[in-house]
């Protein structure tokens, strides 16, 4: 995003990391604090379609939930993005949640009291027996795993046992898990034939787009969180709505470059142009898909007609066609020997509706 304007709050280009500039999602972060504040714990997985804004609402639990929860301290709570590479083995996966867990302790109000991580933490016993540490200590920990596919791409390293070992725990209540992927997980158990009671997590949180109200805050955010007017004016907002829609990743695009053009003296023309061209395959995709009902209603059943005319306009020939290669088939059969004469002329008789018997 070169030529980026100083002081634009949209932003586009990944996971959203200032909690000023999170918009909306009130209805699933009800979802999740419940889950967490519950008497028992029960974790959930986050399910959307790239881009619909799964890693900026499990960074904004991670780094609000001191706000969100009523007793906060009981909490240890870590991000972890599956796509680094440091979690490729599973030694480097247990080591750096364990780092995750570990930094959530040092800023504990009560951390000079409570015991530390298990340092080294590579295999699953230590890491089992670390989490049981904490949760004698009162604490619940919560694993914020995003990007979840991207463990699947290592079998070698995560298999049936490590999954299994992941669901023991949350079980025993010594872990709780917010995964992000694209699919539900019994989908990626099925994919990858893992039969691991992991993959069966009940707890499926979709996320689509924003609503209409959510989308009306998003275009009004101030130039700075202690401001009360909106960086844009009311057409710029309808305009960016038009654009954008009420997908978070289009919306927030569609925002940046009217910001930009309203600073920096462009015209619509210019936000239309710049916009088609950053939005790319994945607009495309998603009309596509609002265009598939429309195709079903329209476009379909006249083809469906015209097929079904044809086929009536051709089926005479069709079916001497089909009843002329039969015959020679069965004929064949007879003089290779696997048809005797009695039970060749039953089949002829059969095949043009004629009266049974030998001749």
């Given at each position: 995003m070169s030529g980026t304007v100083a002081g634009n709050p949209f932003f586009f280009g990944g996971r959203i990391t200032d909690p000023?500039?999170?918009v909306g999602r009130d209805q699933e972060l009800r979802f999740i604090v419940q889950r967490l504040s519950a008497a028992q714990m029960t974790s959930v997985g986050v399910v959307g379609e790239p881009r619909i804004g799964k890693s900026s609402l499990l960074y904004h639990i991670y780094q609000t939930h001191p706000q969100r929860l009523p007793d906060p301290q009981r909490f240890l709570i870590a991000y972890i993005s599956?796509?680094?590479?440091?979690v490729r083995t599973l030694a480097g996966f247990l080591q750096t949640v364990a780092n995750g867990l570990e930094a959530a302790r040092s800023r504990h109000p009560r951390a000079a009291s409570l015991p530390s991580w298990t340092s080294p933490c590579c295999d699953l016993i230590t890491f089992r027996q670390a989490l049981q540490t904490m949760t004698d200590a009162g604490l619940r920990c919560v694993l914020c795993l995003d990007e979840f596919e991207a463990l699947l791409e290592a079998p070698q390293e995560f298999d049936d046992a490590f999954f299994d070992a992941l669901r023991a725990a949350m079980d025993d209540q010594v872990v709780m898990l917010i995964?992000?992927?694209?699919?539900?997980?019994?989908?990626?158990?099925s994919r990858y034939r893992l039969v691991s009671r992991f993959f069966n997590l009940g707890n499926t949180l979709p996320l689509e787009d924003l609503t209409e109200d959510e989308a009306r805050a998003l275009v009004r955010l101030p130039l700075d969180p202690a401001g009360s007017q909106p960086a844009l004016g009311v057409a710029d907002q309808a305009l960016a709505l038009?654009?954008?829609g009420r997908h978070?990743?289009?919306?927030?695009m569609a925002a940046y470059y009217v910001f930009e053009a309203q600073v920096t003296g462009r015209d619509a023309a210019w936000i239309r142009a710049q916009f088609q061209r950053q939005a790319g395959d994945h607009r495309g995709f998603r009309v596509s898909l609002k265009r598939l009902p429309i195709w079903f209603l329209t476009t379909a059943p006249a083809g469906i007609g015209r097929l079904a005319g044809?086929?009536?306009?051709?089926?005479?020939?069709?079916?001497?066609w089909f009843v002329g290669a039969i015959i020679?088939?069965?004929?064949?059969?007879?003089l290779l020997g696997r048809l005797t004469i009695p039970a060749l002329w039953s089949w002829i008789a059969a095949i043009l509706g004629i009266g049974g018997g030998q001749p």
């Open positions: 000023a500039h999170f599956l796509q680094d590479a440091r995964v992000a992927s694209a699919r539900p997980l019994n989908y990626y158990g038009e654009l954008g978070p990743f289009l919306l927030q044809w086929l009536g306009a051709t089926w005479d020939a069709s079916r001497n020679i088939i069965v004929v064949v059969l007879a």
